[in-house]
């Protein structure tokens, strides 16, 4: 089976711009989260789609919002964009949902935001 | 915070050697499972144990749970320089549906 893959894998951007970053989970897994990793804060829940649905979200403001479409590929978007948006963004999905489940991570996306 | 605190932040060793490294939680679990990531990759799912398991094995890791400590410890036995990596314990709160990760024990093997 193929992997999570995770597109674009590197993204700049400037202060202000918005952004959207995909995830396709491995085929079958329904549940897709997302985190945060940065050296400063570690790794950081984002929010969790579960069947369409988001079943999750950790405490981040409004501007970081996702979806998740029928065949279960999910996207995240960010608005707005501020200089501490610079980060890995990781996705991971499972079968069924995080935390109850193996999850498996895609290689992430390296946002910079100048 | 419900996050997992690993201990130690860094740990250095020379090839062959075991490598041990523990997880402190706040709140009841369902389970814990504890991830590698290389060089600021994505990670990689060593082992879970569920909240009633104490003890489980895959290959050369050994993973323990202490639900009345509220911790965990991670052995790599013989190491190798390829286990060159940050180790993080995630943790799955009893009704929190949510997923918290540590802070990560960074592992450099000497060959």
């Known amino acids: 089976k193929a992997g999570v893959t995770q597109t674009p894998r590197y993204l700049i951007k400037t202060r202000g711009q918005q952004v959207t970053l995909s995830c396709s989970p491995i085929?079958?897994?329904?549940?897709v989260s997302w985190y945060q990793q940065t050296p400063g804060q570690g790794l950081q829940f984002l929010f969790e789609?579960?069947?369409?649905?988001?079943?999750n979200k950790g405490n981040f403001p409004g501007r970081f919002s996702g979806r998740q479409f029928s065949n279960s590929r999910s996207e995240m978007n960010v608005s707005t964009l501020e200089l501490g948006d610079s980060a890995l963004y990781l996705c991971?999905?499972?079968?069924?949902?995080?935390?109850?489940?193996?999850?498996?991570f895609g290689p992430g996306t390296r946002l910079t935001v100048l | 915070s419900q996050q997992g605190e690993e201990d130690p932040q860094a740990l250095s060793i020379q090839e062959g050697e075991n490598a041990t490294m523990n997880c402190s939680y706040k709140?009841?679990?369902?389970?814990l499972q504890w991830y590698r990531q290389n060089s600021g990759r994505g990670l990689v799912h060593l082992i879970l144990?569920?909240?009633?398991?104490r003890e489980k094995h895959s290959g050369r890791l050994r993973v323990t749970l202490d639900t009345s400590k509220k911790s965990s410890s991670l052995l790599i036995t013989a190491s190798r320089a390829a286990d060159t990596a940050s180790y993080f314990c995630?943790?799955?709160?009893?009704?929190?549906?949510?997923?918290?990760f540590g802070s990560g024990t960074k592992l450099n093997v000497k060959p």
């Open positions: 709140t009841s679990i369902n389970n």
């Open positions: 991971a999905s499972s079968l069924g949902a995080a935390g109850g489940d193996t999850q498996y």
């Open positions: 085929s079958g897994h329904r549940s």
């Open positions: 995630a943790t799955d709160p009893y009704n929190f549906n949510k997923f918290y």
């Open positions: 144990i569920r909240s009633n398991e």
């Open positions: 789609y579960f069947s369409e649905t988001q079943r």
